[in-house]
């Protein structure tokens, strides 16, 4: 790519870097002599958030395809940006990774370089422990090959996890109160019109007699390797990719809260949804760059109709 030449005619052009049988990826010069990477976004896969602030990413729509934008603020970087939009895109196109796949990656391997390994805090050890919970219930309803296969939230889909008839959100919070942050308007949508279930647990430290999220995940790895051995390195793998380090410190222990909440993504779940913006001017509505909300379900109550799946019926830490 002549990428140099166009920037200095300020000339704007786009370089497709994968062939027609893939989502797009363009590599694009601005007329305002800038560079950024276009990204297809397949109809579940979430827009990547940026921990980084000098690089932005947006969602926008190009000839009706959905598509993510990274972009750089500063231009006195422009060179080590081209480098790290080389990387995403290479896990895309090479690697067939999703666009929240791919950056997040690139981010967490050029940061390793320069910085002591990020651990989870802990309430990122708490929504942790909260999906391994799911999961051991799956896998008591459909067995631990479809339990980890079912496990798509660290592949950055929209949901935690997608079974064949239903999809599943998890939330957790070690508060009194039932209050749960929800990032982004299609975290609580159902896709494709599937059932969608919001599972809530409530975890408090629990001394002596409490689990610690390192038990808990080699509980379910020892599970794992006595009855589906080839699903370990799937496990894993969904394990790094949310953020599980075996080697960090982890003595923090944990009890769950008598009734965990199980309630159907309907119209009696307070949310917000996409068509809440869907009927905002395009000007407007292309304004508003990220969406982030609370919802307290402290007084919801598990309603009669419909029931939960068979696999969201009874939790126990695994």
Not at 286 to 294: F, M, N, P, Q, S
């Amino acid at each position: 790519m002549d990428v140099e030449h166009y920037l200095h005619a300020g000339q704007s052009t786009s370089f497709p870097l994968r062939n027609a049988h893939g989502p797009r990826v363009d590599y694009v010069v601005t007329d305002d002599r800038s560079i950024a990477l276009h990204l297809e976004l397949g109809p579940r896969q979430r827009l990547p958030h940026s921990p980084l602030p000098l690089v932005r990413i947006d969602e926008i729509a190009q000839n009706g395809i959905r598509m993510a934008r990274l972009r750089l603020t500063q231009e006195r970087l422009l060179r080590d940006f081209h480098d790290l939009l080389n990387s995403v895109a290479e896990r895309v196109v090479a690697h067939d990774r999703t666009p929240d796949q791919a950056f997040n990656e690139t981010v967490r391997a050029w940061s390793a370089l320069l910085e002591r390994p990020r651990t989870l805090d802990a309430h990122e050890r708490i929504g942790l422990m909260g999906e391994l919970t799911v999961l051991n219930s799956i896998a008591d309803e459909h067995g631990w090959e479809t339990a980890v296969d079912a496990w798509t939230g660290p592949r950055a889909t929209e949901h935690d996890f997608g079974l064949r008839d239903h999809d599943i959100e998890v939330k957790t919070t070690s508060a009194v109160r039932r209050r749960h942050t929800v990032h982004g308007l299609g975290q609580l949508a159902p896709v494709d019109e599937r059932p969608l279930w919001l599972v809530s647990f409530q975890f408090k430290r629990g001394g002596a007699h409490g689990r610690t999220l390192a038990q808990c995940v080699a509980a379910i790895r020892n599970r794992i390797s006595q009855t589906a051995p080839a699903t370990v390195a799937h496990f894993d793998s969904r394990l790094e990719a949310r953020g599980w380090r075996s080697d960090a410190p982890d003595d923090e222990r944990w009890t769950m809260r008598p009734t965990p909440l199980v309630l159907p993504v309907d119209d009696r779940l307070p949310r917000l949804t996409p068509t809440l913006l869907a009927g905002l001017p395009q000007g407007s509505r292309e304004c508003i760059d990220a969406v982030t909300y609370r919802i307290d379900l402290t007084h919801k109550t598990p309603l009669p109709s419909p029931e939960p799946p068979a696999a969201l019926r009874a939790f126990r830490l695994p």
